[in-house]
């Protein structure tokens, strides 16, 4: 692993097997808590590429959002759909 900027790390290069399966290198599985049986989400923007994130952090942040707005402020929004 190799800190190329503050916070930003590169891992090293994988190949894509025949099924488009890749190995997540075992120092971004260890510094992400990335385990056998989670889930991870897969972004792609077509000019920066593809991004994967843990779908429990992803989980956790939507909580966090939802707790901001509050029930009354969701429940107003429903009303004007």
């Known amino acids: 692993m190799t800190e190329v900027a503050k916070g930003k790390y590169f891992y090293g290069s994988v190949k894509v097997g025949e099924r488009g399966?890749?190995?997540?290198?075992?120092?971004?599985?260890?510094?992400?808590?990335?385990?056998?049986?989670?889930?991870?989400?897969?972004?792609?923007?077509?000019?920066?590429?593809?991004?994967?994130?843990?779908a429990s952090l992803l989980k956790k942040f939507a909580g966090k959002l939802l707790d901001i707005f509050g029930p009354e402020e969701i429940e107003s929004n429903e009303k004007q759909l």
């Open 21 to 54: 399966q890749i190995v997540i290198p075992i120092e971004a599985r260890k510094h992400f808590n990335i385990n056998p049986g989670d889930q991870v989400l897969v972004f792609g923007h077509s000019k920066k590429g593809i991004a994967i994130a843990k």
